[in-house]
């Protein structure tokens, strides 16, 4: 094959693999929400497929926000968050049956079921831990210290949580309860 041919190719699939992509995984819409119909992006961290409920989105953005970073500390930028009020929407970011879904530092998508400040808090220091660790960490990491830290921290009200959920934060609250004055992030980084 000429060299010319071999560059077209390798070309074409470089163009064509982010689109096939974007198109198959749906929680990677969250890099180019707008691309999905319905859904806008009003301002820079937030996108909802409902205008009229956008200062509600607003508000729970400022809220989980509030409680995410008092928590594990200020992000590096303010994090996307599409806030769908439909179960249509949801299900174009590939939601199922989960009230939120985190994809590393890339963004959040939150389900009909998933408007509360805790479910949002819960997100939100995902993708704190993805900022800090690093996107590779949070899926390699043990699930007690990123689930649990995530149910600790947000404070979600949900006692107990059906299983594992609620030995995670368990284990999570009695390693973090002993850190002393060990910064968390510090510890985090030496969990294996």
């Known amino acids: 094959m000429k060299r ?23 929680p990677l819409r969250i890099v180019a929400p707008a691309l999905i119909p319905g ?7 937030i996108c909802t497929d409902d205008a009229a409920k956008l200062g509600d989105a607003q508000q729970l953005y ?14 590096r930028a303010a994090p996307r968050v599409v806030f769908c009020s439909t179960r249509a929407c949801a299900d174009a970011f590939g939601l199922g049956t989960r009230a939120a879904l985190t994809l590393g530092n890339f963004g959040v998508v939150v389900a009909p ?7 949002l808090a819960h997100e939100l220091i995902h993708h704190r831990q993805a900022e800090v660790l690093g996107n590779l960490a949070v899926v390699t990491k043990p699930r007690w210290l990123i689930e649990g830290m ?3 921290l947000s404070e979600d009200p949900r006692h107990p949580l059906t299983e594992p959920f609620e030995s995670w934060r368990a284990r999570f609250d009695a390693w973090h309860a ?3 004055g060990q910064p968390l992030w510090d ?3 030496a969990v294996e």
């Open 4 to 26: 010319s041919h071999v560059a077209f190719a390798l070309t074409g699939l470089l163009v064509a693999l982010p689109i096939a992509a974007y198109a198959l995984v749906k």
């Open 39 to 45: 859904v806008s992006c009003p301002s820079a961290g």
């Open 62 to 75: 400022r809220d989980g926000y509030a409680r995410a970073a008092a928590a594990v500390g200020a992000f």
């Open 113 to 119: 079921r998933g408007w509360q400040t805790y479910f």
């Open 150 to 152: 995530a149910y600790s």
């Open 178 to 180: 002993a850190l002393g």
């Open 187 to 189: 510890a985090a980084r």
